[in-house]
């Protein structure tokens, strides 16, 4: 069964800018759809961006749209999350996941396989 490992949070300025990455050990991510969810503490944990390179599909929440982008390196069989213009909401333990169910429902139904163990990113001044 895949595994996956996130790395990249941490602690950044409002306006700064931070990468997450979620890498796979154990299989490949190409039959899966793969999403970034966030929890922050005493909220539901929200679906961010869902990608699938088998559907060549991808969803992005409308709270991150214009500022978060989700991609894959095909190389390194990595999905990132390009985080830009971060917001003191956007802090959040943040996890990645995988699933055979489509992009959008997904990151709609925050229902997946396979969960990596998280990171937590602190927008702060």
């Known amino acids: 069964q895949v595994q996956l490992v996130e790395s990249g949070g941490g602690s950044v300025q409002p306006g700064g800018s931070l990468r997450l990455s979620c890498a796979a050990s154990g299989g490949t991510l190409d039959s899966y759809s793969v999403g970034w969810f966030r929890q922050a503490p005493g909220e539901e944990r929200e679906g961010v961006a869902c990608i699938s390179v088998r559907d060549r599909d991808y969803f992005i929440a409308n709270t991150v749209k214009d500022r978060f982008t989700i991609f894959r390196d095909n190389v390194k069989d990595t999905i990132y999350l390009q985080m830009n213009r971060l917001k003191p909401e956007d802090t959040a333990v943040y996890y990645c996941?995988?699933?055979?169910?489509?992009?959008?429902?997904?990151?709609?139904?925050?229902?997946?396989?396979?969960w990596g163990q998280g990171t937590q990113v602190t927008v702060s001044s």
């Open positions: 996941a995988v699933d055979s169910s489509e992009v959008k429902s997904l990151c709609l139904s925050t229902v997946a396989s396979v």
